[in-house]
């Protein structure tokens, strides 16, 4: 199965074939170790912890349509007790719960592999603009990756998980989405909960979602 893209049609049919979340849980871990790019994280899970949210699924159920999908966030939006930083150290807290629409989705099954890095504060649309080693651009490394959801959409590219959440507010989902190949969907202003996302402009602001194809960008706005 893991010569397979992680689109959400691959991993169900390897869930509906009997393979285990933590084969997969395995697979991203190691998939972040292959790419070499410390760069796209600024806050990783701790495996274990992952290995026991993927166990605590229990058997594969259809009727979630995120069930056992690995995915990231952009760390300007909140995860219960993960620190957000907006990529700047000294602007960083625990988040005390999850962003709207990241409940949503772990409600629907996914699995949050961790938070990626960012232009600071999401301002920016060249994706290098951080305190921390920005990534490289997982189509050719020698061009900026894109912003400011840089992160996101350079794990997404790799291959490493099957979707992110980004933000846009003037083309920071869109612009690296270009860069780096992929699908980059902005959701029409208002349609999903902006709760729990650190603001660059609070009136234009909606979390974007970055896939490997339309249909699972939609697949997810649909769960969000």
């Given at each position: 199965m893991f010569d397979l893209p992680f689109t959400l049609a691959s991993l169900k049919t390897a869930y509906e074939g009997g393979i285990s979340p933590t084969k997969v849980v395995d697979e991203v871990y190691r998939r972040i170790a292959a790419v070499r790019d410390p760069g796209i994280f600024i806050h990783l899970c701790d495996r274990q912890e992952l290995l026991d949210k993927a166990r605590a699924l229990g058997a594969y159920d259809a009727q979630k349509p995120l069930w056992g999908i690995p995915f990231v966030i952009k760390d300007n939006i909140d995860a219960a007790g993960k620190p957000t930083t907006a990529a700047c150290p000294a602007y960083a807290y625990e988040a005390g719960e999850d962003a709207f629409v990241v409940r949503k989705l772990r409600e629907a099954g996914a699995l949050l592999i961790g938070k990626t890095n960012l232009d600071q504060f999401a301002t920016g649309l060249v994706g290098v603009r951080s305190p921390f080693q920005p990534p490289r651009n997982a189509v050719d490394p020698a061009i900026v990756p894109g912003g400011s959801s840089a992160?996101?959409?350079?794990?997404?590219?790799?291959?490493?998980?099957?979707?992110?959440?980004?933000?846009?507010?003037?083309?920071?989902?869109?612009?690296?989405?270009?860069?780096?190949?992929?699908?980059?969907?902005?959701?029409?202003l208002g349609s999903l909960s902006a709760s729990g996302v650190v603001p660059a402009c609070r009136t234009r602001d909606t979390i974007s979602i970055f896939a490997l194809t339309v249909e699972d960008a939609y697949t997810v706005f649909q769960a969000a």
């Open positions: 992160g996101s959409a350079v794990a997404v590219g790799h291959g490493i998980v099957s979707f992110a959440l980004g933000t846009d507010t003037a083309g920071s989902g869109r612009v690296p989405a270009a860069l780096n190949n992929i699908v980059g969907l902005k959701p029409t």
